[in-house]
């Protein structure tokens, strides 16, 4: 029978050397238990091209960002033999849509590091050069590099951003609190350097082959301070490394010669800026000697040091070390302690204070140590700062299998192991011994192949441990699920809870959550979507109101996944885009006198429209002060078409009133929504105004009467509408009367049709369990149907339709010829150049320069073609 945790598309194979860690196998799980597993998402492949191919790297580097960009490294072979040293970097939801960027790094490129943000990589090579690459037009396939440093000749073995002292701490036990600021704490944590008021200095260090430490200071003003020093009097050469912080803004760096008979070195590194230069402190702290090496019988079996790994980038105190031979590899885990230096009973009785204050000193000790395993070829270390109320060494409890806690080793017969970052007990495996379906391909059974085993060469876990990617010998691109209950058999509720835990960090930080989706089944939607609702209206009105849009965008993306919540995809981003409009009309009007009272004219004219529930907009009107909306008419007749869109909404919504009880229509939400009324109410008065000043701003309405007041009409059946579900009288259905004027609205007025959001064309709401798709780098696919999909492309326009700026609301034409955007997520288009410079027009479109409207990426798309 197959171990638990095996991966569930290929066959397990039996038992043998290296096959177990240390401990034992985890219980086979009960019946209605979720059980922990790691299985394979997708493949993505490089296609054989006539005239060069991709070659993996040697060494291979790779590196995930907190917002689910991937880069890797690869050589591109030319038919005279010339390699290319070249950085593809992905979104994992798009991963065919691979950029490439010729790095011109002269030799193998050995270092990939991302910064706090996700926005910006570094690169390093053997050569000794280090190159900054940031976004171009905040554009994911975009990059260009302008800055960088280089220590001539000397290659790079390690290589780090500073720490910008920002550290966040999930409390696990505490997953039940009610309040977000119990869950995750912020940790008093300093930077590594700072400017002028305590702003953390951006800047990366990187360590060389020939002991010397570099350290790169970005200054605001653009200029690049670089520096370099020995790590020691004595230097030596230096073939593994790593690079860890401390809380007091100190820098630690441990270095290997790569025997395993050569201790473990460990350095303190302090960095300042004196007189403008940038100074660089060293001090030596204490080594170790691997345990393999101390034992007797094991003293020559592993004689070089193949892997050294902190646990975590802000947890200096625990290292990860591995030692191998051509066939077999040990792992062992360290901790360093304070422990009481003994004295001596002469010296206590000398002095007996001395015995009250036992002198301390700093020494490594070993936590735990693995069997002989098969030959490690990667490993891959959790980014989830999960806090530890007990890092000894004792029997695990539920709580502690959770993502964050396992770390993952590759080993050289293609499986992979997650074994715990303490005990390193094994919690899940998988073998990558079947070969995954081509999304071109139909689903029949293929006869096994035998042949060299496959495996990674490098690997990382995405930032909720919740996904793992490798890059194996042949180049190829692997995405694999690992499950949150992480081997162990747990109840569904419990596994629900920790997704919603981790859905809620990533709300907290900003981080992309799209390892998260991977896990989500159709039926749980529903229970995470009120779930996660229910946690946010728990929280204080002022965290609410900063989370208000990633809630929103949230949401959508969870509802994506299952064809009984897909309509309400369309009615979160149609929210997420009229709070973006309101907010940007809003901030638009000015008060008429300097010295005004402190409320805002926005908060005026929305304290002002709730107050007031009279069905006539004029009534409401007059209640304002008019000397405060007034604009530039170029202004008012740039924003026509967002003005548009709101009176095309309330027409719409008003018209789908007779229909509300079937959920299944887009726009079903809102009408019992009173805030989401309240606020159309508002811009419904705004636009009114406008009108009074520029009468060719206001939405244009095809009604069959020439005298009738389109505006007045729509605004009075909105109020009696807004009047039923406003937040502070009780709620009630829409009596008769207003239902059958809403009836009569479409015989009025021309009912428009709403540019819904696109199908995005990602792969998460197309992935199945258990069936990994193969895809290819740079070719689109023709990927599966499904339920949910099928749903969102009868909201879409056909093929051959006039497509839609869904930011500008202008038309684009049925093949757009203007180069777009497209977001990484919701799939939402927009033109990459402005074709207005009207100030107000540049304000909003300013607001989506970085991000999409759910918080998404931007990429590049290429114009259209019939």
Request: aromatic share 6%; charged share 20%; with cysteine.
């Amino acid at each position: 029978r197959k171990p638990v945790g095996a991966g569930s598309w290929g066959p397990a194979e039996p038992g043998g050397r290296g096959r177990g860690l240390r401990g034992q196998r985890p219980d086979l799980p009960s019946a209605g238990a979720v059980s922990g597993t790691m299985d394979l998402a997708y493949v993505c492949e490089w296609e054989k091209w006539p005239k060069s191919t991709h070659c993996p790297s040697v060494p291979l580097a790779c590196a995930w960002s907190c917002r689910n960009l991937i880069a890797f490294t690869t050589d591109l072979r030319s038919d005279d033999q010339d390699l290319t040293r070249t950085i593809h970097i992905l979104d994992t939801e798009h991963p065919w849509d691979v950029h490439s960027i010729s790095s011109q790094h002269r030799e193998a490129i050995t270092c990939l590091e991302w910064d706090q943000s996700g926005s910006r990589l570094l690169s390093a090579d053997a050569d000794g050069q280090i190159k900054c690459w940031s976004m171009a037009d905040h554009l994911a396939n975009s990059w260009e590099s302008c800055l960088g440093s280089m220590v001539e000749g000397d290659p790079i073995v390690a290589l780090s951003w500073l720490h910008n002292g920002v550290k966040l701490a999930l409390h696990v036990e505490k997953s039940g609190a009610s309040s977000f600021g119990e869950k995750f704490s912020r940790v008093k944590f300093s930077p590594s350097l700072t400017l002028f008021g305590g702003k953390p200095m951006e800047g990366w260090i990187a360590v060389t082959v020939s002991g010397l430490v570099t350290v790169s200071l970005l200054k605001p003003s653009g200029q690049v301070l670089t520096s370099t020093e020995s790590l020691c009097r004595l230097r030596g050469r230096v073939a593994l490394a790593d690079i860890a912080f401390t809380g007091g803004g100190n820098i630690v760096v441990a270095t290997a010669d790569g025997s395993s008979a050569s201790p473990v070195q460990f350095y303190k590194v302090c960095v300042s800026v004196v007189s403008e230069k940038c100074r660089i402190d060293t001090e030596i702290l204490p080594s170790l000697f691997m345990r393999c090496t101390t034992d007797l019988s094991r003293k020559d079996k592993f004689p070089a040091i193949t892997h050294l790994k902190f646990l975590a980038r802000d947890m200096s105190e625990q290292v990860l070390l591995c030692a191998s031979s051509p066939t077999s590899s040990l792992v062992e885990c360290w901790s360093l302690r304070k422990e009481g230096l003994p004295v001596n009973n002469i010296f206590q009785q000398i002095s007996p204070a001395v015995g009250d204050k036992q002198p301390m000193i700093l020494k490594w000790r070993i936590l735990s140590a693995t069997n002989d395993l098969d030959r490690v070829s990667a490993v891959a270390l959790p980014k989830l700062p999960i806090s530890l109320t007990n890092t000894d060494l004792k029997v695990a409890s539920d709580t502690q299998f959770y993502p964050g806690l396992g770390l993952a080793l590759a080993f050289h017969d293609g499986s992979v192991h997650i074994v715990h970052r303490l005990s390193l007990q094994t919690m899940v495996v998988f073998y990558s011994s079947a070969t995954p379906r081509s999304v071109d391909e139909p689903a029949i059974k293929r006869p096994r192949t035998t042949g060299p085993a496959v495996h990674f060469k490098a690997m990382q876990l995405s930032w909720t441990s919740l996904a793992l990617v490798g890059i194996d010998n042949h180049g190829k691109l692997s995405m694999l699920r690992i499950s949150p209950s992480m081997g162990h058999a747990l109840e569904v509720s419990l596994a629900l809870r920790h997704l919603l835990f981790l859905l809620e960090y990533c709300m907290v930080t900003g981080y992309d959550w799209w390892d998260i989706l991977l896990h989500v089944q159709p039926g749980m939607v529903q229970s995470l979507v009120e779930k996660l609702h229910e946690e946010y209206t728990r929280q204080s009105a002022a965290l609410q109101q900063v989370l208000s849009t990633r809630i929103l965008a949230m949401k959508a993306s969870l509802c994506r996944l299952s064809p009984c919540t897909v309509t309400r995809v369309c009615d979160y981003h149609t929210k997420l885009f009229l709070m973006a409009v309101s907010s940007t009309l809003k901030s638009l009007l000015c008060p008429h006198f300097l010295n005004t009272p402190d409320k805002s004219p926005g908060d005026r004219l929305t304290e002002i429209c709730a107050k007031i529930t009279d069905v006539d907009i004029d009534k409401v009107m007059i209640n304002l002060k008019t000397e405060e909306f007034v604009l530039d008419m170029n202004t008012l007749q740039a924003l026509q078409q967002l003005l548009q869109w709101v009176g095309d909404f309330v027409l719409y919504l008003l018209a789908s009133l007779p229909n509300q009880g079937s959920p299944l229509r887009p726009g079903h939400s809102f009408l019992r929504d009173g805030t989401s009324l309240g606020m159309l109410r508002e811009l419904m008065v705004v636009i009114r105004i406008w009108g009074l000043l520029k009468p060719s701003c206001l939405p244009v309405y095809t009604a069959t009467s020439d005298t009738q007041d389109s505006m007045s009409l729509l605004f009075r059946l909105l109020t009696k509408l807004w009047i039923c579900c406003r937040d502070e009288g009780p709620s009630s259905e829409p009596d008769e009367a207003l239902v059958d004027e809403c009836c009569l609205l479409p015989s009025q007025l021309l009912v428009p049709s709403l540019d819904w959001l696109p199908v995005s064309d990602g792969l998460v709401s197309r992935l199945q369990p258990k069936q990994p798709l193969r895809l290819y780098f740079g070719r689109a696919p023709t990927l599966p149907g499904s339920a949910t999909t099928l749903q969102l492309d009868s909201l879409a326009r056909a093929p051959g339709q006039p497509k839609m700026d869904h930011l500008r609301r202008l038309h684009l034409g049925a093949y757009p010829t203007e180069e777009c955007k497209a977001c990484t997520r919701c799939g939402c288009v927009t033109m990459l150049r402005s074709p207005n410079k009207t100030t107000a027009v540049k304000q909003w479109e300013q607001r989506w320069i970085k991000n999409c409207l759910c918080g998404g990426l931007w990429r590049r798309t290429p114009p259209s073609c019939p």
